[in-house]
């Protein structure tokens, strides 16, 4: 059964002190524990072991050492959903690095967003928009001056974790191109210097 989207949100980044809330996200039942939200982080040390611990892991020490990962959607004091957004710099594997005008994976000011997590009960109550927009907000905050993304089309049979065009057209995202057959490469201009 669907749930409304709780009114009392709050949005947190991913952090030592919260680390265990965003474990208990991701194993909680359908959380994305498969990949700890890594494939695009991963060094290819940690990807030639290709598993949920390793993968675990590396996204525990990251967060340890202050790195950023991405932010916590809360209702109340329980993590209700996940948005990955963090510099492009700290992904080992840009995903638009065959896309012409895209930014340089080492600008700094260049951040992406790669994916998001809402739990079954919660998917189509705005959750998502929700988790863009504090993201969003969040990489401003960090003195990022864009943000890229990579939805994919409604029709998709996959990869609907990176979030669908409509809600980034919502923030005013711009197309830079397409990224396969199903996935856009999107940038939200977010006026930070």
């Known amino acids: 059964?669907?749930?409304?989207?709780?009114?009392?949100?709050?949005?947190?980044?991913?952090?030592?002190?919260?680390?265990?809330?965003?474990?208990?996200?991701?194993?909680?039942?359908?959380?994305?524990?498969?990949?700890w939200c890594m494939p695009y982080r991963a060094t290819p040390e940690?990807?030639?072991?290709?598993?949920?611990?390793?993968?675990?892991?590396?996204?525990r020490s990251r967060v340890m050492a202050g790195v950023p990962v991405g932010l916590?959607?809360?209702?109340?004091?329980?993590?209700?959903?996940?948005?990955?957004?963090?510099?492009r710099s700290t992904f080992a594997r840009p995903n638009t690095?065959?896309?012409?005008?895209?930014?340089?994976?080492?600008?700094?000011?260049?951040?992406?967003?790669?994916?998001?997590?809402?739990?079954?009960?919660?998917?189509?109550?705005?959750?998502?928009s929700r988790l863009l927009r504090a993201a969003l907000d969040y990489a401003q905050e960090q003195g990022a001056a864009?943000?890229?993304?990579?939805?994919v089309d409604p029709d998709s049979p996959s990869y609907g974790f990176g979030g669908f065009p409509p809600m980034f057209q919502a923030v005013d995202a711009r197309e830079l191109g397409p990224l396969g057959r199903r996935r856009h490469v999107v940038r939200i201009d977010l006026g930070s210097e």
């Open 1 to 35: 059964m669907r749930e409304s989207l709780p009114a009392d949100l709050t949005f947190r980044p991913v952090a030592a002190s919260n680390w265990t809330d965003f474990e208990r996200l991701f194993e909680s039942r359908g959380g994305p524990s498969y990949c």
């Open 72 to 87: 916590l959607a809360y209702a109340g004091d329980d993590p209700v959903g996940w948005c990955s957004i963090a510099p």
């Open 146 to 151: 864009a943000v890229e993304a990579y939805p």
């Open 97 to 128: 690095s065959a896309i012409p005008g895209a930014a340089c994976s080492d600008d700094a000011s260049v951040w992406a967003l790669t994916c998001f997590f809402v739990p079954r009960r919660l998917r189509g109550s705005g959750l998502a």
């Open 46 to 59: 940690e990807n030639r072991r290709l598993d949920r611990t390793t993968w675990k892991e590396g996204m």
